[in-house]
């Protein structure tokens, strides 16, 4: 059996259940969760990190399209109280954007700024970030939100590398990566080479959650659909 | 989608209010977010950011306008066909202007702190005096609003994902000092790439057809949609 690891997603694991796995995200793997514009992917992210994170699980959190700031707020409107896995260090933040604001961020043992327009300081922050959680725990969450900026502030050859040696390095620490892209940001080369890189896809249009996962072990594809809404607990798959 | 009590700030557009309404909420554009009104040309969206503005304004919220299509006097004569006069709060200084069109050389600007000049195919000028413009505002009072009218001007005169970084890097600022921001476009005139760009920099999406005004999205709320007239009121649902 696959290992997989409670979305926290209402409905999720329930649907994504086979003879080969549980239901849930499949552990250590890599998914890229995408779309078009504002259906759902952000919060989606957001949930499966809190789940993590309520089971005390760390997460290395890359976050390049809000300051922590504005995560924090939106995670707190739907009651996923962050502060204290902040205190606590359970979470670990890469804060990509903030120094675009002009705001001056204090970096923490578990908060760092960086700038989404200078990939190899990312990337350096990625690496201190990943040995930070794997010390902690070999069982660690990942997540990406998103590539959109990474794609604004550099050439998309650029972004692709980036991710690759990201997606190296979470596999090699035997994370879990979920990774958020709005779907027409590039154009449809760049997106079928950014979809191959990743062992499960999810995508959300607003009305369709699709998830594809790629056993290789098992030479198996499996895919599974259903509706889903948004809530105030966030994304729920409701299997209409 | 219920989701917890979100606070807004009145639009100024009647109808939009109830439209917006969610459970125990007030309803209007989510404070403190960021809001694209996009749609074919003609069909409302200055008139929007307009009224956006004035209502600001009236409630004593500062605004800064930055506009890339008409010059500060067009700017005043449009707000004035609709009875939106803004006389007072240029003069109160509640009201900063960059404008990217006038030549301040020729005389056409007033001499102010709160009117500025800047050009349409340099964003990195315009970027600054962004900065200035929402410290200068943001110390006065840190609930206001920002409009920029419009990104399509801006996209026509410069490398398009130049400019997504400059609309990403406003809309930090303005949303880093407390303030709502929205962003005028109009649909179709940049490709689609990049149209998707603009839409997953902000958080709420209003379209406007020339009679529907849709909210396609918004923090807190799912798709709602109402019918609209342009009056001599301004948009009304």
Redesign the interface.
């Known amino acids: 059996m696959i290992q997989t690891i409670e979305s926290g997603i209402p409905g999720f694991d329930q649907l994504t259940v086979s003879e080969l796995a549980e239901g849930g995200i499949p552990e250590k793997s890599t998914t890229l969760i995408y779309g ?3 259906t759902g992917k952000s919060i989606f992210c957001n949930q499966f990190a809190y789940q993590g994170l309520l089971k005390q699980e760390p997460c290395l959190y890359v976050s390049t ?1 809000q ?1 922590l ?2 995560v924090q707020s939106n995670m ?4 996923w109280l962050i502060q204290s896995y902040i205190q606590n260090q359970t979470l670990y933040i890469i804060d990509g ?2 120094q ?4 001056k961020l204090e970096d923490t043992n578990n908060i760092k700024s960086s700038s989404v ?1 200078n990939p190899a300081d990312m990337m350096v922050k990625v690496g201190i970030g990943t040995r930070s959680v794997y010390k902690k725990s070999n069982h660690f969450i990942s997540i990406l939100d ?1 590539l ?2 990474l ?3 550099n050439q998309e050859q650029m972004v692709i590398r980036i991710l690759k040696a990201y997606l190296r390095r979470i596999r090699e620490a035997g994370g879990t990566g979920l990774i958020a892209y ?6 449809s080369d760049t997106e079928n080479e950014l979809k191959s890189l990743f062992d499960n896809t999810i995508r959300l249009d607003g009305e369709y959650i699709r998830v594809e996962s790629n056993f290789e072990d098992y030479e198996e594809v499996k895919s599974y659909e259903s509706t889903y ?4 607990e966030g994304v729920v798959v409701n299997g209409k | ?4 009590m ?1 606070p807004c700030i009145e639009s100024g557009i009647p109808g939009f209010e109830e439209l917006t309404r969610s459970n125990g909420g007030t309803g209007g554009i989510p404070e403190n977010t960021a809001t694209l009104v996009y749609g074919p040309a003609k069909t409302g969206k200055s008139i929007f950011g307009n009224q956006f503005t004035y209502q600001g304004l009236l409630s004593g919220e500062p605004c800064l306008y930055i506009t890339t299509d008409k010059g500060l006097k067009q700017f005043e004569t449009s707000m004035n066909e609709f009875q939106w006069p803004i006389e007072r709060y240029l003069e109160d200084n509640s009201l900063y202007v960059i404008d990217t069109i006038s030549d301040v050389s020729k005389g056409k600007l007033p001499k102010s702190k709160t009117v500025v000049q800047s050009y349409i195919n340099n964003p990195t000028d315009i970027m600054v005096k962004v ?1 200035s413009g929402v410290h200068y505002i943001y110390r006065n009072n840190p609930r206001f609003r920002s409009v920029i009218d419009s990104a399509t001007t801006l996209l026509a005169y410069n490398d398009n ?1 130049l400019i ?2 400059v609309l ?2 406003y809309l ?2 303005v ?2 000092a407390g303030g709502t921001p929205i962003i005028l476009y109009t649909e179709n005139s940049a490709d ?2 990049v149209e ?2 603009l ?2 920099l902000v958080d709420n ?1 209003i379209r406007l057809d020339g009679k529907e005004l849709v909210v ?2 918004m ?2 709320i ?1 798709k709602r949609s109402s019918p609209y007239l342009i009056t001599d009121k301004g948009i009304e649902l």
Do not use: C, H, W, Y
């Open positions: 078009p514009p504002k399209d300051g700031k504005q707190m409107g739907f009651n954007i903030s675009l604001s002009g705001a327009g998103s959109n900026t794609f604004a502030f709005t779907e027409g940001v590039t154009n809404i948004i809530t105030d | 989608m219920v989701i917890k979100i900065g994902m997504i970084r990403k890097a930090m600022r949303n880093e689609r790439i998707t760009m839409k997953s999406i396609e999205a923090k807190g799912g």
